[in-house]
């Protein structure tokens, strides 16, 4: 046992004592209560609620992680003694490993001096969950807040998140950075268009860097974010496409085309539903083969006194031949007939 652990009994106490759950909730149909006193009853209740849920899944991934780890030492090396543990609580893997997560995020937070333990009850459990799944820097940041006091929200984090993301970019230039920082530019809206920058390659960033240097406002902002979206499918799409491949096409002339004509996000869905298409008739093709084989393997182990299955097998030629045929209703008014023709390329 760990030295100064504590017992059982001292930690069905810690959670016992402060517990207190008998709330008086407002009586919803009293209308001598305000209704913003209403709602700030309520929240009390609520931000309490959320505080001890938080503590006790973080409680809950430790305890997992403790069996898992045991299991790691003396167990028989198929986790058996985890997974009977999850099945005898109800508790999936999945949202056991989330938990162990959750677990290991806060102690990392406990661990790098970021965050003290009484912090921790400032974060709703979605906060925490969010700001674990950030980068060192906005955790660092929104640690700070709540060892302030602060109540942290996911609109907290997000809010941070979103003022590190447009600050520390390299991709804007620095009189937009100084409109954000005095508060005349929100960052909100900025770190969207530089998430969607990221995703182009250097060449495409000048334009969409001069016109925001030029008027660096929301609007502008708005607009440049969208473009370099459907700029960035286009590219992503286009690359991927193998048809486009087969063919003569100078894509990126095209897609100066597509600028001028101010038609990028029409080009950019084109292409990204032919890739889609593509990879819908590979599916197709690789179905079609299991099908035929499943139905030749059928057609072998069975004979003429099983007349039900030869019939089940004569219908899905339908499928399973040459030609596919189906019904797009269930009139059979409209069909749509398909023919699989393939070819080696020598």
Same mark, same amino acid.
């Given at each position: 046992m760990v030295a100064n652990a504590p017992s059982p009994d001292e930690i069905v106490a810690a959670f016992e004592t402060p517990a207190d759950f008998s709330f008086q909730l407002p009586d919803p149909e009293d209308e001598e209560i305000q209704d913003s006193e209403f709602q700030q009853q309520l929240d009390a209740v609520w931000k309490v609620c959320d505080r001890y849920d938080l503590q006790t899944d973080i409680w809950r991934g430790r305890v997992l992680r403790a069996i898992r780890d045991r299991e790691k030492q003396g167990g028989d090396g198929r986790g058996s003694g985890f997974?009977?543990?999850?099945?005898l609580r109800e508790i999936t893997k999945s949202q056991a490993y989330a938990l162990i997560g959750l677990a290991n995020s806060a102690d990392t937070l406990l661990a790098e001096g970021q965050l003290s333990a009484e912090a921790i009850n400032n974060f709703s459990k979605r906060a925490f969950v969010e700001t674990a799944k950030a980068v060192p820097e906005v955790q660092k940041l929104v640690? +700070? !807040?709540a060892q302030q006091g602060d109540r942290i929200t996911r609109?907290?984090? #997000?809010?941070?998140?979103?003022?590190? &993301?447009? $600050? @520390? @970019?390299?991709?804007l230039? +620095?009189?937009? #950075?100084?409109?954000?920082? %005095?508060?005349?530019?929100? /960052?909100? =809206?900025? !770190? /969207?268009?530089?998430?969607? $920058?990221?995703?182009?390659?250097? @060449? =495409?960033l000048e334009p969409l860097q001069k016109e925001i240097s030029e008027k660096p406002d929301v609007d502008t902002v708005k607009l440049l974010t969208s473009s370099a979206r459907s700029l960035s499918k286009y590219l992503d799409a286009a690359a991927q496409v193998q048809t486009l491949k087969k063919g003569a096409v100078d894509v990126e002339m095209a897609l100066e085309e597509a600028l001028r004509l101010d038609c990028l996000s029409t080009a950019a869905d084109l292409v990204k539903v032919a890739t889609q298409l593509e990879q819908t008739v590979g599916k197709l093709y690789t179905t079609w083969k299991r099908l035929g084989s499943l139905a030749d393997r059928l057609y072998v182990d069975t004979g003429a006194s099983n007349p =039900?299955?030869? %019939?089940?097998? @004569?219908?899905?030629?339908?499928? &399973? %031949? +040459?030609?596919?045929?189906?019904?797009l209703d269930e009139a059979g008014e409209r069909i749509v007939r398909l023919r699989v023709m393939t070819q080696e390329e020598g």
């Open positions: 997974l009977n543990w999850l099945k640690s +700070e !807040a609109r907290e984090v #997000k809010q941070i998140a979103d003022e590190w &993301t447009a $600050m @520390s @970019s390299d991709l230039p +620095e009189e937009v #950075k100084e409109k954000a920082q %005095s508060g005349l530019l929100p /960052p909100r =809206h900025l !770190a /969207p268009l530089v998430k969607e $920058m990221e995703k182009l390659p250097d @060449s =495409h =039900h299955l030869r %019939s089940l097998l @004569s219908c899905l030629e339908l499928l &399973t %031949s +040459e030609v596919i045929e189906v019904n």
